[in-house]
């Protein structure tokens, strides 16, 4: 199985800063990365797939990055509705696999 | 709109079974592939379990294969999780999800609000 490994597992941030956080996979995966975002009680959101495309409605502050073995995502510009945990997810076959998660915290 | 609706979670004692439903509407069930995904409490997502479209595969993860069944009902648009020989391991909160792309796998698109199963004696 394709492993994958996100970093960091904590970030610590203000509003306004440009955050990036990277994924990868233990083999090339091509481009088949999802990023997710979840908040506390919530099911996790698509915000990127195919590791660079912007799902319909999120915003343009959210960039996706990469392809083969390493992946970034990237919030331009933190905003405070963004401070939530972020997953990386590979697809490259039906049994998907997530990253550990990234937790986005207020600095 | 897109919906899915998690039921069937509850307290269920070691070694029993439990069996989740997923019930969608909004798109056209049958056009597409389907996960479970589950997330133990303060831990982060695991993927269980993958359907193709038309049920004719099916894939778990190494956690659950053997115990857990995964199925569909495109005439009643409705996704099934059978878990049988639970552990406390288990225990989690259990997600529909639904591909985004039609026919194919895919990043998950629109999920279900979860169904907590809680494994204990």
């Known amino acids: 199985d394709v492993q994958m490994t996100q970093s960091p597992s904590t970030l610590s941030a203000s509003v306004g800063d440009r955050v990036t956080i990277t994924c990868r996979a233990s083999q090339s995966i091509s481009d088949y990365l999802a990023w997710y975002q979840q908040k506390p009680g919530k099911a996790p959101k698509l915000l990127i797939y195919?590791?660079?495309n912007l799902e319909i409605g999120v915003p343009s502050r959210f960039s996706g990055s990469g392809s083969g073995t390493e992946f970034t995502l990237t919030i331009s510009s933190l905003q405070p509705d963004d401070f939530a945990i972020y997953y990386c997810?590979?697809?490259?076959?039906?049994?998907?696999?997530f990253g550990q998660g990234t937790r986005v915290e207020i600095k | 709109q897109v919906h899915l609706v998690e039921s069937g979670g509850g307290v269920v004692q070691p070694g029993r079974s439990l069996r989740l439903s997923c019930e969608v509407s909004?798109?056209?069930?049958?056009?597409?592939?389907m996960h479970w995904v589950r997330q133990a409490p303060g831990k982060g997502l695991e993927w269980v379990a993958v359907?193709?479209?038309?049920?004719?595969?099916?894939f778990y993860a190494d956690s659950v294969r053997g115990r857990f069944t995964i199925s569909r009902d495109n005439s009643m648009n409705m996704l099934y999780l059978q878990m049988n020989s639970l552990r406390v391991e288990d225990t989690a909160i259990y997600f529909c999800?639904?591909?985004?792309?039609?026919?194919?796998?895919?990043?998950?698109?629109?999920w279900g609000q979860g169904t907590l199963v809680t494994v204990s004696s």
């Open positions: 997810q590979r697809y490259n076959s039906y049994s998907v696999m």
């Open positions: 909004g798109f056209t069930f049958r056009k597409y592939v």
């Open positions: 195919h590791a660079s």
């Open positions: 999800a639904r591909v985004g792309f039609e026919y194919t796998s895919s990043s998950l698109d629109f």
């Open positions: 359907i193709e479209y038309d049920g004719t595969k099916t």
